[in-house]
């Protein structure tokens, strides 16, 4: 834990009170107080205090100068060691007061654990979701304290899917990851994310499914007599060419109110109107999902007035 411009911190990167850390039953540990090059905070009366479970109620004991005992604080920095007993789990937070100070540090949080599970994953459990080609993956993930059910921030979240490779993120205040990222290789994919250390971690998994991007390969009309129109488009993959079917295709044309359609096994999608009392209009078939968004293809119907 450093101090820097007056403010204690675990690093270089992190303030004190951004980062939970979770010592271990049947330990020491130490937390070694350093500040920046010419600190205020030098040669002034430095104390540690803690609040939540205590000493007593965690089975804790503090080395000399131990809790509320003030200390000369140098650029030479100064530690303080624990021992821990295993009496339970336990939550609480350590902070330090100043002389120089008017006020008290952050409080850090820590958790006390066994050596096995002191954090939870929390995360929306659903089937696979199925994304169009172009949309993103975006998900997070909230880690809370399994003694005392606080957000946990701080934590490295290792996010990991064949595509996205490694990436790491950090829990903010509120304990929460996030990810984003567009996958470019349809099929399924599964994302991962997993926090913890090498004595205990978490992971949780999210299925995916990226449908392959989707081209209207033609329009084609189908000779019909009396009034109506017959109209079929033909979808088919832009990367394989390959009919797709199950496809929903929109359907526009001037002023006639037309429901859309899937397409078949054959990757075709049928639509049938009135002939209106026009002597040409254009059709329009509408996919979403294409290389670029929304594939669109007209076509001229022509039409004789009766």
Not at 40 to 49: A, I, K, M, R, S
Not at 230 to 245: D, F, I, N, Q
Request: net charge neutral; hydrophobic share 40%; charged share 15%.
């Amino acid at each position: 834990m450093e101090g820097r411009d007056g403010q204690f911190r675990w690093s270089a990167s992190a303030a004190l009170g951004e980062v939970t850390c979770f010592p271990r039953r049947r330990a020491q540990h130490t937390i070694h107080v350093m500040a920046a090059q010419n600190s205020p905070l030098f040669d002034h009366q430095l104390t540690l205090g803690m609040s939540g479970a205590g000493p007593a109620e965690s089975g804790i004991r503090f080395e000399y100068p131990g809790l509320g005992t003030p200390i000369s604080f140098s650029n030479a920095g100064f530690p303080y060691t624990f021992v821990t007993g295993d009496l339970k789990d336990a939550s609480f937070a350590l902070r330090l007061a100043s002389s120089k100070l008017a006020r008290l540090s952050p409080a850090n949080a820590m958790s006390l654990g066994s050596g096995t599970q002191v954090l939870k994953i929390l995360a929306s459990q659903r089937a696979t979701q199925t994304l169009l080609w172009g949309e993103a993956v975006s998900e997070q993930i909230s880690v809370v304290s399994s003694v005392s059910g606080r957000p946990m921030a701080g934590l490295t979240v290792t996010w990991r899917s064949p595509e996205l490779g490694v990436v790491t993120t950090v829990t903010n205040f509120y304990g929460v990851a996030k990810i984003r990222f567009v996958p470019t290789t349809p099929g399924a994919i599964e994302l991962t994310a997993t926090v913890g250390d090498a004595q205990y971690s978490e992971s949780v998994s999210f299925a995916f499914f990226l449908d392959e991007p989707r081209q209207i390969k033609s329009l084609f009309s189908v000779d019909s007599p009396g009034q109506q129109v017959h109209v079929g488009a033909t979808v088919v993959s832009a990367l394989t060419g390959k009919p797709l079917p199950d496809v929903w295709v929109k359907w526009t044309f001037e002023n006639v109110s037309l429901l859309q359609s899937k397409t078949n096994e054959d990757g075709i999608a049928m639509v049938i109107f009135k002939r209106p009392f026009i002597r040409q209009g254009f059709l329009q078939a509408l996919v979403k999902g294409g290389l670029a968004g929304w594939e669109i293809q007209s076509l001229a119907v022509p039409i004789d007035v009766p």
